[in-house]
Antibody, heavy 123, light 107 residues
Framework: EVQLVESGGDLVQPGGSLRLSCAAS????????MDWVRQAPGKGLEWVGR??????????ELAASVRGRFTISRDDSKNSLSLQMNSLKTEDTAVYYC??????????????WGQGTLVTVAS | DIQLTQSPSFLSASVGDRVTITCRAS??????LAWYQQEPGKAPKLLLY???TLQSGVPSRFSGSGSGTEFTLTISSLQPEDFATYYC?????????FGQGTKVEIK
């Protein structure tokens, strides 16, 4: 059974930093691109970024709203995905989902989602 | 960035109704579109990918169509468990983007 368990969400002051982790199990982690998606309270879904696999040198993509502040990394030996968040803003307040993607026809779709971890940025 | 606009943003329907949600892209995205269902307090669930392919385990009352800039999600006969919010997502180019969502409520 595919499981994605996020951790690290917390209350942090504006300008602060936080690191989210996602522990994956039940599938070959190294074979999949992984995404982070967030959802502000009462709002819609916002894609945050993607970590590709070893075949693509673990390269990443990030949304413009977080580029330069957030970094995505993965450790295939630990089946773990991370999101380092720096210079946090109040608008970063959201539930952050760790998402497995599944590639078909060269396109990677989000097929499994964790339950999310809440990040609150407030003074 | 590619903008996705869903319509309607909210709809009220009864059990057994046929429901259609539209997702329009600001530029062509071929068939690189997915649909997700999100129940209150839960993580989203993949319903369809490649615009029209049903994800394993998803009931056949869900169907999708379209390519280019206009896409539809249809629920042929609404069931009580289908009352939720639905999102489309484009995977044609980065940044990946979602529609604003369509909330389906009980009439």
């Amino acid at each position: 059974e595919v499981q994605l368990v996020e951790s690290g969400g917390d209350l942090v002051q504006p300008g602060g930093s936080l690191r989210l982790s996602c522990a994956a199990s039940g599938f070959r982690f190294s074979d999949h691109y992984m995404d982070w998606v967030r959802q502000a309270p009462g709002k819609g879904l916002e894609w945050v970024g993607r970590a590709r696999d070893r075949a693509y040198s673990y390269s990443t993509e990030l949304a413009a709203s977080v580029r330069g502040r957030f970094t995505i990394s993965r450790d295939d030996s630990k089946n773990s995905l991370s999101l380092q968040m720096n210079s946090l803003k109040t608008e970063d307040t959201a539930v952050y989902y760790c998402v497995r993607t599944w590639t078909i026809g060269g396109i990677s779709y989000a097929d499994y989602w964790g339950q999310g971890t809440l990040v609150t940025v407030a003074s | 960035d590619i903008q996705l606009t869903q319509s309607p943003s909210f709809l009220s329907a009864s059990v057994g109704d046929r429901v259609t949600i539209t997702c329009r892209a600001s530029q062509g995205i071929s068939s690189y579109l997915a649909w997700y269902q999100q129940e209150p307090g839960k993580a989203p669930k993949l319903l369809l990918y490649s615009a029209s392919t049903l994800q394993s385990g998803v009931p056949s009352r869900f169907s999708g169509s379209g390519s280019g800039t206009e896409f539809t999600l249809t629920i042929s006969s609404l069931q009580p468990e289908d009352f939720a919010t639905y999102y489309c997502q484009q995977l044609n180019s980065y940044p990946l983007t979602f529609g604003q969502g369509t909330k389906v409520e009980i009439k």
